[in-house]
């Protein structure tokens, strides 16, 4: 896969003063700002395009990229005056491709040692328009999946609440790892849907639709989501 997006617009407000001055995907792990690792990660993985989404403190993460340099690499910044969340952000980010084939998201605030392989494997091999990084274990938000491994729904266990598209004999909780590979065919289903939207209501959409949207099963992977100082600090011992 040559395409990637990079989601990296969100306002860090859970890590408080941590973010009041540096947005989030340039906070340090290891030494080397979250972005970083990112788009090196994708790099090795043979992605030779990436767009990164900006909202919050652009500027800080468009004199960060200005000075990044990466042979045979094309780097653009879609930047968002409003904050239009994972769906409305990829629909405006793909505008930037020089040509629009299958390509990876990747959330800037996940780190994670996951194979990207797998999920280009996973999508080559089911010809599925969406194949998720998932886990099996317990998340309150989590999606669900049926028994050929199909997104049918999602719930929220905080919320109490859920949502199911399409009915099957089991139902199979799958943790989001916040890494996806995207066929360009799924865009038609982002249409029907303006500014600020989830990624996952045309997913769903696409899902009644009998449409292939796959969970792509990840076992014994670092995987961190630095959403909160807690796990900063935990993803900074671990690494």
């Given at each position: 896969?040559?395409?990637?997006?990079?989601?990296?617009?969100?306002?860090?407000t859970?890590l408080?003063?941590?973010?009041k001055?540096t947005?989030?995907?340039?906070?340090?792990?290891?030494?080397?700002?979250?972005?970083?690792?990112?788009?090196?990660?994708?790099?090795?993985?043979?992605?030779?395009?990436?767009?990164?989404n900006?909202?919050?403190?652009?500027?800080q993460?468009?004199?960060?990229?200005s000075?990044?340099?990466?042979?045979g690499v094309?780097?653009h910044?879609?930047?968002?005056?409003?904050?239009?969340?994972?769906?409305?952000?990829?629909k405006?980010?793909?505008?930037?491709?020089?040509?629009?084939?299958?390509?990876f998201?990747?959330?800037?605030?996940?780190?994670?040692?996951l194979?990207?392989?797998?999920l280009?494997k996973?999508?080559?091999?089911n010809?599925?328009?969406?194949?998720?990084a998932?886990?099996?274990?317990?998340?309150?938000?989590?999606?669900?999946?049926?028994?050929s491994?199909l997104?049918?729904?999602?719930?929220n266990?905080?919320a109490?609440s859920?949502?199911?598209?399409r009915e099957?004999?089991?139902?199979?909780?799958?943790h989001y790892l916040?890494?996806?590979?995207?066929?360009?065919?799924?865009?038609?289903?982002?249409?029907?849907f303006?500014?600020?939207?989830?990624?996952?209501e045309?997913?769903?959409?696409?899902?009644?639709?009998?449409?292939?949207?796959?969970?792509?099963?990840?076992?014994?992977?670092?995987?961190?989501?630095?959403?909160?100082?807690?796990?900063?600090?935990?993803a900074r011992?671990q690494?």
């Open positions: 896969m040559k395409h990637a997006i990079v989601l990296a617009a969100g306002l860090g859970r408080g003063e941590i973010t001055t947005p989030k995907c340039l906070l340090p792990i290891a030494g080397v700002p979250m972005l970083k690792s990112v788009i090196e990660r994708l790099i090795a993985t043979g992605v030779t395009e990436i767009v990164i900006t909202h919050y403190l652009a500027e993460v468009e004199v960060f990229v000075g990044l340099s990466y042979h094309k780097i910044l879609s930047k968002e005056s409003q904050l239009l969340g994972t769906g409305g952000g990829i405006q980010a793909v505008t930037y491709f020089s040509d629009l084939k299958d390509f998201v990747y959330n800037a605030d996940i780190h994670t040692d194979d990207l392989n797998l280009v996973s999508q080559t091999q010809d599925s328009l969406v194949s998720i998932c886990q099996r274990v317990y998340a309150p938000r989590h999606l669900i999946f049926d028994n491994d997104l049918i729904g999602w719930g266990d905080d109490g859920m949502k199911i598209v099957s004999s089991e139902q199979k909780k799958g916040c890494v996806q590979l995207i066929s360009p065919k799924i865009l038609k289903y982002f249409d029907a303006q500014g600020e939207f989830s990624l996952f045309p997913y769903l959409i696409a899902s009644q639709d009998q449409q292939a949207i796959r969970a792509v099963w990840y076992n014994q992977i670092l995987w961190h989501d630095i959403g909160t100082p807690q796990q900063l600090a935990a011992v690494s």
